[in-house]
């Protein structure tokens, strides 16, 4: 049952985050960044997806994505509706993987150290739903500001 709400708060974050990226005006909003604000919504979103992709499909789905961490944050201006499809692939991934994971592997050990510690699977899948929640905070503040600038 924990896996399974798990699922689905990753499903409606992700759904959301695909609703963020598709209200932006313009696809040069998306890449804007001033002052103290160094992450694009698009650099947010692409590290987003190569971070579930990467921890969720990957490591608890055995598929065969691999991660350039660098480029999520070094790439710009990948259109709009490209981020789109991809942000539909990765509920796609997330959403079959933890399909397919009981409870009762929720208090096996992630196999990858992220942290200085190990943990389990559970409290590292709890570790990135807030993960998404946070990085989708902040590309909803984003969208406001730069919908208001300009």
Known sequence: ???????????????????EISLYKDELSLWKVEKEITNSAGNLCLH??????HFIGATMGKTDYVRNRDQEFSLKNVPQKELVRMVEETIDVVGNVLSNVKDEQLKEEYPLLVFKEKTSKGYFLFHLVGHLGYHLGQINYHRRLVVVKY
């Open 1 to 19: 049952m924990i896996v399974q709400e798990l699922r689905k708060v990753f499903i409606k974050d992700l759904e959301k985050l695909k609703e």
């Open 48 to 53: 987003l997806v190569g971070n579930l992709k």
